[in-house]
């Protein structure tokens, strides 16, 4: 696996790249691979989200997102997260 970090943007006002990207020469993603951070508090809980879809925020900076029951599995949040604020709002638990 190599990862390939995103260039430098041209223009300072531009929207900045959101990462780097995994990239597997020749072979096909793995079943399982490890994501892992820093910062957390030692024996807090920490949420686990995979991002089915994007939407954009509106100009007075609210976000809406439908999602389909059938859509969650055995999922029982959802996040909104902004790429560039990194707002992130953590939905109830939906029981």
């Known amino acids: 696996m190599t990862m390939i ?3 430098p943007p041209s223009d300072p006002t531009a929207i900045p790249d959101l990462g780097p990207r995994f990239y597997y020469p020749g072979k096909e993603p793995p079943d399982v691979f490890e994501v892992s951070g820093e910062g ?3 024996g807090e809980d920490v949420q686990v989200a995979i991002i089915r879809q994007e939407v954009e925020a509106r100009m007075d900076g609210r976000a809406r997102a439908l999602v389909n029951a059938n ?3 055995y ?3 959802v996040i909104l997260m902004g790429a ?5 709002v ?3 638990v939906l029981e």
């Open 5 to 7: 970090p995103p260039p």
């Open 40 to 42: 957390f508090v030692p």
């Open 71 to 73: 859509e969650l599995g």
């Open 75 to 77: 999922a029982r949040r």
């Open 84 to 88: 560039i604020s990194g707002t992130t």
């Open 90 to 92: 953590l939905s109830p």
